[in-house]
């Protein structure tokens, strides 16, 4: 379920946690993160103009080139999870979204993605039609502290 009112700049989805994403830990195990916020991507797709309808009409669609995500805190089964989605940046052809993953209360995961809109007949990147880029430009919001973070060790 996604939400997302014409003042915010954040899109919302909803999902419960299943049995079967579970692992022999007890919480949720570490692609079960990645599908949700993979399902929170679809969200943003659908309210930026990207949607299924779209992407059938202009052969086009949001390739994911690059993520990042940190793993904050566990999550069980059953919980209720809500992804917080942002467009963070954004050029005529390129999105930078970043998702957080909330339940109970707490923040329990961030992904950071950077999505290419491609041409799926030519296979390469393309502008986003002018509706997206002008509904992107409206939602697009300040990128927040840890984005752009990379692995130190």
């Known amino acids: 379920m996604a939400a997302c009112d014409e003042a ?3 899109v919302i989805w909803r999902e ?7 692992d022999y830990n007890g919480h949720l195990s570490e692609p079960y993160y990645v599908l949700v916020f993979g399902h929170a ?3 943003v797709m659908e ?3 990207l949607g299924e ?4 009409l202009h052969s086009t669609s949001l390739f994911t080139v690059e993520a990042h995500v940190r793993y904050l805190d566990q999550v069980s089964e059953g919980e209720s999870l809500e992804v917080r ?3 963070v940046g954004a050029g005529p052809k390129k999105l930078h979204l970043w998702h957080e993953m909330w339940a109970g209360g707490r923040l329990r995961a961030t992904e950071e993605i ?12 393309t502008p986003f039609p002018e509706g997206v880029a ?5 939602l697009l919001t300040e990128p927040p502290e840890h984005s752009g973070r990379s692995i130190v060790v």
């Open 16 to 22: 419960e946690v299943r049995p079967e994403w579970i």
């Open 134 to 138: 002008a509904r992107i430009s409206a």
């Open 85 to 87: 989605s942002s467009l």
């Open 53 to 56: 309808e779209a992407r059938a």
């Open 41 to 43: 991507t679809d969200a």
């Open 47 to 49: 309210e930026i103009g």
């Open 8 to 10: 915010a700049t954040e």
């Open 114 to 125: 950077l999505g290419l809109h491609v041409d799926t007949v030519e296979g390469r990147t």
